[in-house]
């Protein structure tokens, strides 16, 4: 079966670094991808992975193991703006490139 | 330069009723997809086109669901007889290219409430 696990709630302070994990057990895996996705709009793209290692990407990276079915997602200098959902999904089905959503990390970023 | 729309934003519909909604992908845009997204939960896969081919509807939850994209470009979600546990909001997302690589941009989403 598929599986994406993630923490549901997440609270953090302005200015400081937050790290949410995922873990995934799925029958096909293409890539690792993490969605923003601010409450009533579209998730929008923040990083990709396809290769085991970190990808930087100004203050978000993400972290990739293929071996232990593990990732994060690391946000540096937090800001208000950043308190959203953040959403693991595994890219599967071949070149249909399907995403699996994990439920998503509500992010909570207080003063 | 303009992103993915989808219309209506809202749709009420009464238990019974038929529903259609649409997409329209990022001009060129090879693939579409449908995700469906029910409150607190992410997105769920329902069907995938590259350009006027549809591909995979394995997430299509009954065959009360129909898409199409007859000309490669815009979709239509028909969702007939809709009952309550339809109701969640309906993503489309288009890519440049097929292929595992490349990042799918999502549209605002339709939020269908069934009455």
């Given at each position: 079966g598929?599986?994406?696990?993630?923490?549901?709630?997440?609270?953090?302070?302005?200015g400081a670094i937050v790290q949410i994990n995922c873990t995934y057990q799925t029958s096909g895996f293409n890539g690792l991808f993490w969605y923003q996705q601010h409450a009533g709009e579209a998730p929008t793209f923040l990083s990709y992975n396809v290769?085991?290692?970190l990808e930087e990407k100004g203050r978000f990276s993400s972290f990739l193991s293929r071996s232990k079915g593990y990732s994060y997602l690391l946000l540096k200098e937090l800001q208000m703006k950043d308190s959203a959902s953040?959403?693991?999904?595994?890219g599967y089905g071949?070149?249909?490139?399907?995403?699996?959503?994990?439920?998503?990390?509500?992010?909570a970023v207080q003063p | 330069g303009a992103g993915v729309s989808q219309s209506p934003r809202y749709k009420v519909a009464k238990r019974g009723q038929d529903v259609a909604l649409?997409?329209?992908?990022?001009?060129?845009?090879?693939?579409?997809?449908?995700?469906?997204?029910?409150?607190?939960?992410?997105p769920e896969f329902l069907t995938y086109f590259q350009n006027e081919a549809q591909l995979d509807k394995s997430g299509l939850p009954s065959d009360r669901f129909?898409?199409?994209r007859p000309e490669g470009s815009v979709s239509t979600l028909k969702i007939q007889r809709t009952q309550q546990e339809d109701s969640a909001v309906y993503l489309c997302a288009s890519s440049s290219k097929t292929g595992f690589s490349y990042e799918q941009y999502f549209g605002p989403g339709t939020r269908l409430t069934v009455t």
């Open positions: 598929q599986n994406i696990d993630q923490p549901t709630e997440m609270t953090a302070t302005e290769l085991d290692g953040y959403l693991c999904a595994v071949g070149a249909t490139n399907k995403l699996i959503f994990g439920t998503g990390t509500l992010l | 649409r997409c329209d992908p990022i001009s060129g845009h090879v693939s579409l997809f449908w995700y469906q997204q029910a409150l607190g939960q992410g129909f898409a199409e």
